[in-house]
């Protein structure tokens, strides 16, 4: 798999520092431990197994506070960014499956419950604290970029309602919505678009966030981008046949 950051490789080295990094912050949050180790894979299935071994309401519980800033400080960056965005973006290519059959798996990771994909989700990005789909939106709770906290927001998706992205055409499969926080205010949206290449797939991922957010915060999160749809992307691969 390659991954491509402002053009720029983004290196297994890169992921795995980054990784690292992000794990103890959600341990900080969680007021959690776990048995140190050199094995970052290890350490992150650690992580994976013991958020999904929490339920919902226990999470939520533990980060409250955090979740309240959270939407307090994103409802004044949208309010007063009048409608103006800023995007990031990372782009992956990987080999092993076709457009079309990975458009249908992320649609089933978005949108369709269950133990397994709760799972997935959460192994996706160490700063996933729940994915939850309802109906033809999904709950999100987690960090975006490098914020101080996790945020609770609601994609809806299909409706591309003030998106500033345009379609691309090049790409014929695409994973759209946009991004409310509880009380309705739009904070952003996604526009993820998949094309075949001669041997996989090309993903190009895409969130607007609101123009007052530090441009720190968008480079964070293309880190962010590069491990959850790496890890969606393999995720893809390994049960593809499924789908």
């Not at 094995?39 to 992150?44: E, G, K, M, P, S």
């Not at 939850?132 to 927001?153: H, K, M, S, W, Y």
């Not at 526009?191 to 720190?216: A, M, N, W, Y």
Request: aromatic content about 10%; charged content about 30%.
């Amino acid at each position: 798999m390659k991954i491509l950051i402002d053009g720029k490789e983004f290196s297994e080295e890169e992921k795995a520092a980054w990784i690292r990094k992000r794990i103890g912050k959600v341990l900080k949050n969680l007021k959690k431990t776990l048995p140190m180790t050199d094995d970052t894979d290890r350490l992150y299935e650690s992580l994976t197994t013991l958020k999904a071994e929490m339920s919902y309401a226990e999470i939520t519980s533990l980060i409250k506070t955090k979740l309240a800033f959270g939407k307090f400080a994103m409802k004044l960056a949208a309010v007063f960014s009048f409608g103006r965005r800023r995007a990031a973006i990372t782009i992956l290519f990987a080999d092993g499956i076709t457009a079309a059959k990975f458009s249908k798996v992320i649609d089933a990771l978005m949108l369709e419950d269950s133990e397994e994909h709760r799972r997935a989700n959460l192994a996706a990005c160490p700063d996933h604290y729940a994915l939850r789909p309802l109906n033809d939106t999904l709950e999100v709770i987690e960090t975006a970029g490098c914020t101080p906290v996790p945020t609770q927001f609601y994609i809806t998706f299909n409706d591309e309602t003030g998106l500033k992205e345009p379609r691309n055409f090049d790409y014929p499969f695409q994973s759209t919505g946009i991004a409310k926080l509880k009380d309705g205010t739009i904070i952003g949206g996604v526009r993820h678009q998949f094309k075949d290449t001669s041997t996989g797939i090309e993903v190009r991922t895409l969130v607007e966030f609101p123009r007052l957010c530090p441009k720190i915060i968008l480079k964070e999160h293309q880190k962010h981008l590069a491990v959850e749809w790496s890890n969606w992307i393999m995720w893809a691969i390994q049960n593809q046949s499924r789908y």
